[in-house]
């Protein structure tokens, strides 16, 4: 089969591949690229799979963490030195348990204070801000699997494992993807 006679759906959930946020990525790529003749597992190798850190022998290749990226990036801009500070900072701090909703909030406000940084046309600190950004959710997504999360059920009966799946696969998942990623 060809590239080009997989579904919609098939070529959506590759594109959607995270190791580092989905528990099934291994099972997906065994499901579909079986059915490939090798010129087209070549192309979804090189053109998507490789793009997610996946090695030719389909192993997870960990991105660089957070710590890792300011230690090797020279930041320009004073107010993004900052922020990447305090986003390290939380992370290394390896809480054994967090409010979920005190999460989600300390996390959306990180986010939004790094996107809101006047950094102009700098390429090289727009370039910056991103690895910052990735680095981060990945190092967010480590943490997450590392702790124990304090729910209030409420209405919707959500419990830690929901809201974990939740924070992993839709929302860490949708920064990190941005356009290409479907809810």
Do not use: C
Request: charge should be neutral; glycine fraction near 2%; charged fraction near 25%.
């Amino acid at each position: 089969m060809h590239v080009y006679e997989l579904s919609e759906y098939q070529i959506y959930q590759l594109k959607s591949i995270d190791p580092a946020l989905s528990s099934n990525w291994k099972n997906i790529i065994t499901d579909i690229l079986p059915q490939l003749d090798k010129p087209s597992r070549k192309s979804v190798y090189e053109k998507i799979l490789s793009k997610r850190n996946i090695s030719p022998n389909f192993t997870y290749i960990i991105p660089d963490n957070l710590r890792s990226v300011l230690s090797t990036t020279a930041i320009g801009n004073k107010e993004l030195e900052a922020i990447a500070i305090q986003m390290l900072k939380f992370i290394e701090s390896k809480p054994i348990s967090y409010d979920a909703m005190e999460l989600a909030d300390k996390t959306e406000a990180m986010l939004d204070y790094l996107n809101r940084i006047d950094i102009g046309d700098h390429f090289l600190d727009q370039k910056n801000r991103n690895s910052i950004k990735h680095a981060f959710l990945y190092d967010l997504a480590a943490l997450i699997d590392n702790i124990d999360f304090i729910v209030n059920p409420g209405i919707r009966q959500l419990n830690a494992d929901i809201i974990k799946t939740y924070f992993k696969e839709v929302f860490i998942k949708q920064k990190i993807q941005e356009r290409n990623f479907h809810a």
